[in-house]
């Protein structure tokens, strides 16, 4: 079983909307960071938004006020809300999770590094 597993990914005109899912098969053990990253050709990964599992959460710079990141416990399951998608937010969209550091989830955010656990992405591609 796949630790961690995204969904929600597909093709939208720019001005549209998607929501992206990141499941865990796992419980994780004390305070952790769930994180989601892009990665575009040729571009190096960058962090979009992360959680701690007392649900607080940072937005990168680029995605703020567009993007939405959530989670349901109960589910174990971490969301991004994507609205009014621009053609640069195409990528592969990945989620990730870490130990929370002592400093919050926004310690070190948006570098992807200190993340150990990793999903395998989902496209999401914005063109008219």
């Known amino acids: 079983q796949v630790p961690l597993m995204e969904s929600g990914g597909g093709s939208v005109q720019p001005g549209g909307s998607l929501r992206l899912s990141c499941v865990r098969s796992?419980?994780?053990?004390?305070?952790?960071?769930t994180g989601w990253f892009r990665q575009a050709p040729g571009k190096e990964r960058e962090g979009v938004a992360a959680?701690?599992?007392?649900?607080?959460?940072i937005h990168g710079e680029s995605v703020k006020g567009r993007f939405t990141i959530s989670q349901d416990n109960a589910k174990n399951t971490v969301y991004l809300q994507m609205n009014n998608l621009k053609p640069e937010d195409t990528a592969t969209y990945y989620c990730?999770?870490?130990?929370?550091?002592?400093?919050?989830?926004?310690?070190?955010?948006?570098?992807?590094?200190?993340?150990?656990?990793w999903g395998q992405g989902t496209q999401v591609n914005v063109s008219a």
């Open positions: 990730a999770t870490r130990p929370r550091p002592a400093g919050g989830c926004w310690y070190d955010f948006p570098h992807p590094g200190p993340y150990n656990l």
């Open positions: 796992e419980i994780i053990a004390g305070p952790y960071c």
């Open positions: 959680i701690d599992n007392r649900g607080n959460m």
